[in-house]
């Protein structure tokens, strides 16, 4: 393994870590509510954040500062900074990050309503970050078990359960999550909506998971070191737990990394035909939605924000899986 | 009275083709054997003979189609299938197996130590401290470093790993051991040393050996008696010196002249069964074959005390 893949994977590894924080921690990471509305600043660009004062001629380095901001022309919704009064950005202050008392700071710019939308990007970073989590963990829980079980008991058991996946497996999605979304009541709020959808899901999703986990289970099962434990008058229990299943994570783990960006992806997809997180709650994937105009993308290209946020974690998703892939057992075989 | 005792034991499967009928293979067909306290029955056979299946159905790793396995007077196979715990946690205790690739029998997710502990601790050996005690006395008796304890399997060469199988199959104190070719996919001054430590470990443990290999010289210099296997059936069964000096099989005869023909394939012995139902399933193959040769099977008998063929000649 070269020493800069490793780099990569750390690097990529730390930036998951943050966002994966930020998103826990976002009350204290936002500067405001994702809900809180500034109407007299609607698509304010991303306030600058000045560093230096100019006096008498010289340049003189100071604690961060920005000043406040004034709607111009509302027509073309163009701001202007009033540079009478400097307002010092606080960091650890206010159980917030970082605070500006006196003056709004939107790090990137408000969106059409005025809300901030860093701190929107930080609690939709809630939804789209853990939603893969659920997701994977759910199938991936179940499609671990009963694959090791069709597999390793085989017979009756077997059968019946392929047959089960491959009902599971021929259901349209796409026609199932189009129907969900309209069934589930309208009373609940979107998260919860969204939840159940990836719960659903997930339910759908384990599957073509324990397909794999039964076909490599059932070559395991022929190697000798599990003939041994037979022979030697292992349980069956004991005979998955310590034969088969140690040398199924190695799969299970990067197959893991690698099917949390679909959820993700899924999430940005459904939000964007509104099928999933709608208004006032917030993901990344809704945010995105908001950005699909050449209108919002030419003046205002932060609105975009969301959608590299959701680049970027799948980049680092795919760059881990790739890595572990790579190095997870060097030396077995 | 003997440690395990098989008559006529029957391993048969059966092909399922889309498009063609049924066929049945018969592994094993009606072998009948038995082997002593402190005795190595060698079993020789070329591949596909079906010793291995054999080998694997006394321990019943591979349900039998019929016959019954004798184990200390207790009919196993009963036991099995009548679900008779307390029988069956005995015979998996005191029977136990080395099979042949040394790659395919060691998990590679588990520590050397472990894997040697771990039938100590099916069998109820609690304690950390103990087991690691006992793990490190078995290295020690199949001639491993101490060192090997922490290691995983991935760092031993093919020799290193059949003893780390020996001391498995010895941690729960066996009386009997299958030995499923344990050396032939080694080098020959490997083999050496492997035969020498069987042979070291019977006189120190006292326990039996069911011999598995398909190189006659291999067989003659670690048993006491060779059973000569064919197409699922026992050919000639006799003291080792006995076999090597005065075969009476012919087959027995053609192992001992070790000269390759180009009919050793397996291909050849199956298709030759194939189209040979009824008679000596070595007919085909005999040159001193007679007319009753191709209709009637013979049976194993005792020709001499101790020495029994399967063929019509005697």
Same mark, same amino acid.
């Given at each position: 393994?070269?020493?800069?893949?490793?780099?990569?994977?750390?690097?990529?590894?730390?930036?998951?870590?943050?966002?994966?924080?930020?998103?826990?921690?976002?009350?204290?990471?936002?500067?405001?509510?994702?809900?809180?509305?500034?109407?007299?600043?609607?698509?304010?660009?991303?306030?600058?954040?000045?560093?230096?004062?100019?006096?008498?001629?010289?340049?003189?380095?100071?604690?961060?500062?920005?000043?406040?901001?004034?709607?111009?022309?509302?027509?073309?919704?163009?701001?202007?900074?009033?540079?009478?009064?400097?307002?010092?950005?606080?960091?650890? !202050?206010?159980?917030?990050?970082?605070?500006?008392?006196?003056?709004?700071?939107?790090?990137?710019?408000?969106?059409?309503?005025?809300?901030?939308?860093?701190?929107?990007? =930080?609690?939709?970073?809630?939804?789209?970050?853990?939603?893969?989590?659920?997701?994977?963990?759910?199938?991936?829980?179940?499609?671990?078990? =009963?694959? !090791?079980?069709?597999?390793?008991?085989?017979?009756?058991?077997? !059968?019946?359960?392929?047959?089960?996946?491959?009902?599971?497996?021929?259901?349209?999605?796409?026609?199932?999550?189009?129907?969900?979304?309209?069934?589930?009541?309208?009373?609940?709020?979107?998260?919860?909506?969204?939840?159940?959808?990836?719960?659903?899901?997930?339910?759908?999703?384990?599957?073509?998971?324990?397909?794999?986990?039964?076909?490599?289970?059932?070559?395991?099962?022929?190697r000798d070191f599990?003939?041994?434990?037979?022979?030697?008058?292992?349980?069956?229990?004991?005979?998955?737990?310590?034969?088969?299943?140690?040398n199924?994570?190695?799969?299970?783990?990067?197959?893991?990394?690698?099917?949390?960006?679909?959820?993700?992806?899924?999430?940005?997809?459904?939000?964007?035909?509104?099928?999933?997180?709608?208004?006032?709650?917030?993901?990344?994937?809704?945010?995105?939605?908001?950005? !699909?105009? =050449?209108?919002?993308?030419?003046?205002?290209?932060?609105?975009?924000?969301?959608?590299?946020?959701?680049?970027?974690?799948?980049?680092?998703?795919?760059?881990?899986?790739?890595?572990?892939?790579?190095?997870?057992d060097?030396h077995i075989h | 009275?003997?440690?395990?005792?098989?008559?006529?034991?029957?391993?048969?499967?059966?092909?399922?083709?889309?498009?063609?009928?049924?066929?049945?293979?018969?592994?094993?067909?009606?072998?009948?054997?038995?082997?002593?306290?402190?005795?190595?029955?060698?079993?020789?056979?070329?591949?596909?003979?079906?010793?291995?299946?054999?080998?694997?159905?006394?321990?019943?790793?591979?349900?039998?189609?019929?016959?019954?396995?004798?184990?200390?007077?207790?009919?196993?196979?009963? &036991? &099995?299938?009548?679900?008779?715990?307390?029988?069956?946690?005995?015979?998996?205790?005191?029977?136990?197996?080395?099979?042949?690739d040394p790659y395919g029998s060691l998990n590679p997710r588990m520590k050397v130590g472990k894997i040697i502990?771990?039938?100590?601790?099916?069998?109820?050996?609690?304690?950390?401290?103990?087991?690691?005690?006992? &793990?490190?006395?078995?290295?020690?008796?199949?001639?491993l470093?101490?060192?090997a304890y922490d290691t995983y399997p991935y760092a031993f060469s093919g020799?290193q790993r059949q003893r780390i199988s020996?001391a498995r199959?010895?941690?729960?104190?066996?009386?009997?051991?299958?030995?499923?070719?344990?050396?032939? @996919?080694?080098?020959?001054?490997?083999?050496?040393?492997?035969?020498?430590?069987?042979?070291?470990?019977?006189?120190?443990?006292?326990?039996?050996?069911?011999?598995?290999?398909?190189?006659?010289?291999?067989?003659?210099?670690? &048993?006491?008696?060779?059973?000569?296997?064919?197409?699922?059936?026992?050919?000639?069964?006799?003291?080792?010196?006995?076999?090597?000096?005065?075969?009476?099989?012919?087959?027995?005869?053609?192992?001992?002249?070790?000269?390759? @023909?180009?009919?050793?394939?397996?291909?050849?012995?199956?298709?030759?069964?194939?189209?040979?139902?009824?008679?000596?399933?070595?007919?085909?193959?005999?040159?001193?074959?007679?007319?009753?040769?191709?209709?009637?099977?013979?049976?194993?008998?005792?020709?001499?005390?101790?020495? @029994?063929?399967?063929?019509?000649?005697?």
């Open positions: 393994m070269k020493t800069s893949q490793k780099s990569i994977a750390i690097a990529a590894g730390t930036i998951l870590f943050l966002l994966y924080l930020s998103a826990i921690f976002a009350p204290w990471v936002a500067p405001y509510s994702y809900l809180s509305q500034n109407r007299g600043f609607p698509d304010e660009p991303p306030t600058s954040v000045h560093f230096t004062i100019h006096k008498n001629g010289t340049t003189e380095f100071v604690r961060p500062y920005i000043y406040n901001y004034v709607l111009s022309d509302i027509h073309s919704e163009t701001y202007r900074e009033l540079k009478d009064k400097r307002y010092p950005i606080e960091f650890l !202050t206010h159980g917030k990050l970082f605070y500006v008392q006196g003056a709004p700071i939107h790090v990137l710019g408000t969106d059409a309503l005025g809300r901030d939308y860093f701190s929107r990007l =930080v609690y939709g970073g809630r939804i789209s970050l853990f939603i893969g989590l659920i997701g994977v963990g759910i199938s991936f829980g179940i499609g671990i078990i =009963v694959g !090791t079980l069709s597999g390793y008991i085989g017979g009756i058991m077997d !059968t019946a359960i392929m047959r089960l996946t491959e009902v599971i497996m021929s259901l349209p999605t796409f026609y199932l999550l189009l129907t969900l979304a309209v069934v589930i009541p309208a009373g609940v709020s979107s998260a919860t909506t969204f939840m159940l959808i990836i719960v659903i899901l997930s339910f759908i999703g384990w599957a073509g998971f324990a397909r794999v986990i039964r076909g490599m289970v059932l070559s395991l099962k022929e599990v003939n041994a434990s037979r022979a030697y008058g292992d349980s069956t229990w004991g005979i998955i737990r310590k034969q088969l299943v140690p199924l994570l190695s799969y299970t783990i990067v197959s893991i990394t690698l099917s949390i960006p679909g959820y993700i992806i899924s999430e940005s997809a459904l939000s964007m035909l509104g099928l999933g997180i709608r208004e006032p709650d917030v993901s990344w994937g809704n945010m995105l939605s908001e950005a !699909t105009n =050449v209108e919002a993308l030419t003046t205002r290209p932060w609105m975009l924000s969301s959608g590299i946020c959701i680049i970027v974690t799948i980049l680092c998703l795919n760059i881990i899986g790739d890595y572990l892939r790579a190095t997870i060097p | 009275m003997s440690l395990i005792r098989i008559q006529d034991l029957k391993v048969y499967y059966t092909g399922h083709g889309l498009f063609r009928k049924q066929s049945v293979t018969k592994a094993v067909d009606g072998v009948s054997l038995f082997v002593n306290d402190h005795e190595t029955l060698g079993l020789v056979g070329e591949s596909g003979s079906g010793k291995s299946t054999l080998g694997r159905a006394a321990l019943l790793l591979i349900k039998p189609t019929a016959g019954s396995i004798l184990f200390d007077g207790v009919d196993i196979v009963n &036991a &099995a299938v009548h679900k008779n715990r307390p029988a069956m946690k005995k015979f998996r205790r005191e029977a136990q197996i080395v099979f042949q502990a771990d039938p100590l601790r099916v069998h109820g050996v609690r304690g950390r401290k103990v087991l690691k005690e006992k &793990a490190l006395r078995l290295l020690e008796l199949v001639g470093p101490a060192s020799g020996i199959a010895l941690s729960i104190g066996p009386r009997f051991i299958v030995a499923d070719e344990p050396v032939s @996919s080694l080098d020959i001054s490997i083999q050496a040393q492997l035969l020498n430590l069987f042979k070291e470990i019977q006189e120190k443990e006292g326990v039996s050996y069911l011999f598995i290999s398909h190189d006659l010289r291999t067989v003659a210099f670690i &048993a006491h008696r060779v059973a000569v296997m064919y197409l699922g059936r026992i050919m000639e069964l006799a003291q080792t010196k006995e076999l090597i000096t005065g075969p009476l099989h012919p087959y027995t005869k053609l192992l001992l002249s070790s000269i390759p @023909s180009k009919d050793r394939r397996t291909t050849d012995q199956k298709e030759q069964a194939n189209g040979h139902e009824h008679g000596c399933v070595f007919y085909p193959r005999c040159g001193l074959a007679k007319d009753i040769c191709m209709d009637i099977s013979p049976d194993l008998k005792e020709v001499s005390p101790g020495h @029994s063929v399967a063929c019509h000649l005697y």
